[in-house]
């Protein structure tokens, strides 16, 4: 068992020279530890300050891109072919900070070398906004994951909730692979919600066009700007609405503001935010005025807080949120 720099001496060692399988064996065990990874972290702040790169999502990008590597490398079967690979990939990996976001630049030294897979994760209750190297920007949900190869960056697979605002490109399409479908585009901006733990998956587009190839049907279902399609796994129904989507991105702002809403916009807005269904029960006759500022709030606290102004009872199941006026 090695102490904590020793495993730190390793993770250093891994940035400059190939681990044996042995080795990328007990360094990948030992980030599996709550103290490896709290370890990890610490070391990544030091990288961060060393290297002038402003901390904060960056710094998740750089450890579950090592955890990646590592993981990709215990997948060969023998040490000699594990060697080969890493030395013939001999790629530079360089990380650029652009409007809050994070750009991949790949400097290959070797034409045929097998690509990295990069996966961006966002743990429960935070929220992310990274900007891939074409220029296309990603905000993630809570509980998201966003997957893409290094060699192509509008080919990527999605996890969860994310909104995109993909950069124009005529001769390369952004496709979205979802558990359900994916997600064809050419510059444009939308929602999708592809949580295969929910069974229920939606796009919806605020600007441009995309075609969307349901695993289902044979036949390619395109929306126009303000439409929204929702596709139900459990009964397996397929509904398109339109109206304003200003809403289906609202998440990804830093807080949301209400002055003087009604009862229904309230829980509407909310809705957006929250990222789940509210169902209210016994309105008031009596119109109510709401005004809320949500920044970091979990749900229940802001139930809470709302329940103080306005008597209320709630039952929360899964993704639905029943309010009822008392």
């Known amino acids: 068992m090695k102490t904590e720099e020793e495993y730190i001496e390793l993770l250093r060692q891994y940035r400059e020279r190939p681990l044996s399988k042995g080795e990328l064996q007990e360094l990948l065990e030992w ?37 990646n590597r590592i993981k990709r490398k215990l997948v060969f079967h023998s040490l000699a072919r594990y060697r080969k690979t890493w030395l013939g990939a001999a790629a530079t990996v360089l990380l650029l900070i652009v409007g809050g976001g994070i ?26 906004m990274l900007t891939l190297a074409d220029g296309s920007k990603v905000w993630l949900n809570s509980e998201s994951v966003l997957r893409w190869s290094e060699d192509n960056v509008r080919d990527v697979a999605l996890e969860g909730e994310a909104y995109f ?11 979205v692979h979802t558990s359900y479908g994916t997600i064809r585009v050419y510059g444009t901006s939308f929602n999708v919600k592809a949580h ?25 279902v395109k929306l126009r700007p303000d439409e929204k399609i929702c596709y139900n796994q459990k009964d397996h129904t397929l509904r398109l609405t339109d109206g304003s989507m200003a809403d289906a991105g609202i998440w990804r702002e830093q807080e949301l503001k209400l002055t003087d809403v009604t009862i229904p916009v309230l829980w ?15 309105m008031p006759k009596k119109n109510h005025l709401y005004n809320v500022t949500i920044q970091t709030e979990p749900v229940e606290k802001m139930l ?9 009872e709630y039952v929360i199941k899964e ?3 029943t309010i009822v006026y008392k």
């Not at 509407?268 to 016994?282: C, L």
């Open 103 to 128: 750009t991949y630049f790949t400097q290959t030294k070797h034409p045929s070398r097998v690509p990295d897979e990069v996966t961006f994760r966002v743990d429960r209750g935070n929220k992310a």
């Open 165 to 175: 605002e993909v950069a124009k490109d005529k001769k390369h399409s952004f496709e």
């Open 319 to 321: 993704k639905e949120v």
């Open 268 to 282: 509407d807005k909310m809705g957006h935010w929250y990222g789940r269904k509210f169902v209210v029960k016994n």
């Open 196 to 220: 295969s733990r929910d069974s229920l998956f939606a796009v919806a587009l605020v600007e441009g066009s995309v075609g969307l190839q349901m695993n289902h049907l044979k036949k390619e």
């Open 304 to 312: 809470e807080l709302i329940g103080a102004i306005t008597p209320i």
């Open 31 to 67: 980030l599996d530890t709550t103290e490896g990874e709290e370890a990890c972290v610490h070391y990544m702040d030091t990288l961060m300050f060393e290297t002038s790169i402003q901390r904060g999502v960056e710094q998740d990008v750089i450890y579950h891109r090592i955890m």
